[in-house]
Every structure is written in C-alpha cells, then in structure tokens.
C-alpha cells in the first residue's frame, strides 16, 4: 500500500458550495498530481506540482486550483461546485526520478 | 486526443484462462507502463517497459513492447478471481515527464 491519503473519500455537495479535496503523502515525493476520472474511463491530469510553490495546470482545463506549500500537502480547491464538476479526483505522486506513480484511494465528488 | 488506446474495452474469461490487452500509442515515448485499478479505488502500478525494451516479466505479467509499431501487449497468465478490475496503460512521452492514460480494459474472471 503506498503512504499517500486522500479525504474525504466521498463528499455529495449542493451547487456553488466551496470544497478543498485534500491529499498528503509521507512518502517525501517531490511530484504530485492530480487526475480527474469519470467512471469507466480514462484519468486526465488536472494539475501538478514539482516541488514547493511549483504548480502548473494539466492536459485537462479544470476550473480548480491548487497549492503547494508543503512538500507533502497537496490540496484542490473548487470555488463553487457545479454539477458538471461531478466526478472522481485521484491524487498521485512520485520522486523525482522515478516514473512510477504512487495512487491514493481517490476522492469521488458528487453535486447536487 | 489522448495518448493511448485500448482494446478490448472489455474482457470477459474463466478463470485459469489468459489475459490479452493491448495498448497503441501516437508518440515518442521514453516508457510505458501498465496500472491496475479496483473499482471504485486508486491505481496501482504494475510494471514498467522501458522504449529500449522489447519484452518484460514480473510473476504472472508478461509484457511486450513495439515501439515501431507504437504498440504494447499485457498478458496475465493463469487468470484468478482477484484479477478482475480495470487495466491502464500509461505512457511517459519523451521530454514531457508527465503521464498519459489510456481508456482502460475492463477484465472481469469468473470463477
């Protein structure tokens, strides 16, 4: 099992309502990720970050942000949650120089 | 569009059977890997083929890779119960130092 958590792992929220997706890893990774996921089908990358205060936006535009301020602490934040935001959010990282990524158990945002 | 394409999308076998999935991919690539997710859980690697690399083992997973013809295989021999979940590719394209997955085969045994 790898050292990397997410919370909460299911959250149903109503529209326009303000959510930070947390994910930490104790693993001392300097790369982290995260992927979006609908079910049945492919991850797209939303975000990554490199190391502390390093962020960049992903393959897949998203209207989240996130930070990263601790090397272990990788958050994303919606502002103001659509239905269309419904979806499953899986965080991952990895050394960095290793190409294997390390999963945590996901995040599955369901609004309302 | 995305980088990888799978097919079967889905796969259905009795157990003790073999596996077959393959992967096709647009671009260069410096790796490709291969990721198993339970349902509704996160990913978990499975094994790495390196573009220099023509054919990899780990236990029941055996792994080819043809980089002319941008394409790799994953067989899973001796097929259990605890096999059934959804298979990713993943490839690492060079210079890009990111992932890219593809749609994923959905492998069901039977018992």
């Known amino acids: 099992e790898a050292d990397i958590y997410q919370t909460p792992r299911y959250l149903v929220i109503g529209t326009g309502k303000k959510i930070t997706l947390e994910c930490s890893q104790t693993?001392?990774?300097?790369?982290m990720y995260w992927y979006q996921q609908d079910p049945g089908m492919e991850l797209h990358l939303i975000h990554y970050?490199?190391?502390?205060?390093?962020?960049e936006k992903g393959d897949l535009s998203s209207e989240s942000t996130v930070s990263r301020i601790r090397t272990e602490h990788f958050p994303l934040t919606l502002e103001s949650a659509r239905p269309s935001h419904t979806s499953q959010y899986l965080c991952?990282?990895?050394?960095?120089?290793?190409?294997?990524?390390?999963f945590g158990p996901g995040t599955r945002l369901t609004v309302t | 569009s995305q980088q990888g394409e799978e097919d079967p999308q889905a796969l259905s076998i009795q157990e003790g059977e073999n596996a077959t999935m393959n992967c096709s991919y647009k671009?260069?690539?410096?790796?490709l890997q291969w990721y198993r997710q339970n349902s509704g859980r996160g990913l978990v690697h499975l094994i790495l083929?390196?573009?220099?690399?023509r054919e990899k083992h780990s236990g029941r997973l055996r792994v080819t890779l043809d980089t002319s013809k941008k394409s790799s295989s994953l067989l899973i021999t001796a097929s259990r119960a605890a096999d059934t979940a959804s298979y990713f590719c993943?490839?690492?394209?060079?210079?890009?130092?990111?992932?890219?997955f593809g749609q994923g085969t959905r492998l069901t045994i039977n018992p």
């Open positions: 991952a990282s990895n050394t960095d120089r290793g190409y294997e990524q390390y």
């Open positions: 970050s490199y190391g502390v205060n390093s962020t």
């Open positions: 671009t260069s690539i410096n790796n």
């Open positions: 693993m001392g990774h300097d790369k």
């Open positions: 993943a490839t690492d394209r060079a210079g890009a130092q990111k992932l890219v």
């Open positions: 083929i390196r573009s220099n690399e």
